[in-house]
C-alpha cells in the first residue's frame, strides 16, 4: 500500500489542535484594511476552528495530521 501524498498548500494553512480540531487563521487581512474597522481587523488576529462541514474534506488533505 503507497502513502498518501499530503497537500501542500493545506499542510501550509492548518494545524490539528490536540482534540482533533482543525484551526485555522482568518482571511481578509492583507490588504483594503482601510475601509474595515479596528474592530473588525483585530478579531481578525485570532485563529478559528474550520467548520464541522469543511473539516472533512481538510482531514483528507492532511492524512497524517
Known amino acids: 500500500m ?4 499530503t497537500n ?6 492548518f494545524k490539528i489542535t490536540k482534540s482533533g480540531k482543525i484551526k485555522k487563521s482568518n482571511s481578509s487581512k ?5 475601509g ?3 474592530k473588525r481587523k483585530r478579531k481578525l488576529r ?9 473539516e472533512r474534506k481538510v482531514k483528507k488533505m492532511l492524512p497524517y495530521g
Open 2 to 5: 503507497p502513502k498518501i501524498k
Open 8 to 13: 501542500r498548500g493545506a499542510k501550509k494553512r
Open 30 to 34: 492583507s490588504h483594503l484594511l482601510v
Open 36 to 38: 474595515k474597522t479596528t
Open 46 to 54: 485570532k485563529s478559528d476552528i474550520v467548520s464541522i462541514s469543511d
